[in-house]
């Protein structure tokens, strides 16, 4: 039976890399995207398996987004599983965020998510089966201080992603929805000091908790699932 293949963004370290990790030792073929090369290499280095594939990728581009994913299906094949995982944050009170960094979250945390959606959407329909794994961050749910433009970003995809369950409705495709609060991860390195990243999640912990929730069982579907940090 030829395996299962997965598209993870943003897979060069955190809970992309942790996903892959993952996803690999299940016997998936797995797809890394992200901007650094070298990233995704060092990835798919810890792999036993040698079933995997790299490519750079800047989610916020259409055009480019339409040309890898093309490249991905004619290389690796129907793509199983796609994880909407890309994102990036600059936080600052509302007035001082830079009109540069108001453009790379709406159109990395949220184009960047409606663009690789599309993209595995008319085949998904076809064969009527797939899943896509809609990582959004607790910012998608409460406005937080220092966060308005992130938030906002996150909002977005948090309505995408609900409107896109309702129009899946009558079909066999799974949209799952996490919503996780900060873990240990680089994206935090210039907001929060190594003493407080400490007391963030394991992004291998939250992991396996979407795997958990995503995994097929009879009778039931989970749209959803919010974790949080116990401290928050």
Not at 26 to 40: A, N, P, V
Not at 99 to 104: C, Q
Not at 172 to 180: F, N, R, T
Request: hydrophobic share 40%; proline share 1%; net charge negative.
């Amino acid at each position: 039976m030829e395996a299962k293949h997965v598209v993870i963004t943003g897979a060069g370290s955190g809970l992309g890399a942790s996903l892959a990790l993952k996803y690999s030792e299940m016997g998936y073929h797995i797809t890394l995207l992200g901007r650094t090369y070298s990233k995704l290499r060092f990835v798919a280095d810890k792999m036993k398996s040698d079933s995997v594939s790299a490519y750079t990728l800047d989610v916020s581009s259409a055009e480019e987004v339409t040309r890898v994913f093309s490249e991905i299906k004619e290389e690796s094949g129907t793509i199983d599983i796609l994880v909407n995982n890309a994102g990036v944050g600059v936080f600052d009170d509302a007035e001082k965020i830079s009109s540069t960094s108001i453009d790379d979250m709406i159109d990395i945390n949220l184009k960047g998510t409606i663009f690789c959606t599309q993209a595995v959407l008319p085949e998904m329909k076809e064969r009527n089966e797939g899943t896509i794994i809609q990582v959004i961050s607790t910012a998608g749910l409460e406005g937080k201080a220092s966060e308005s433009v992130y938030c906002a970003s996150k909002f977005g995809a948090r309505g995408f992603t609900e409107s896109i369950v309702k129009e899946l409705a009558d079909t066999d495709i799974h949209v799952l929805a996490a919503y996780m609060g900060g873990m240990k991860t680089s994206f935090w390195d210039d907001i929060y000091s190594k003493e407080e990243i400490q007391h963030l999640m394991d992004p291998d912990d939250v992991a396996d908790i979407i795997l958990a929730n995503v995994k097929a069982r009879k009778n039931l579907t989970v749209p959803e699932i919010v974790i949080k940090n116990h401290l928050t």
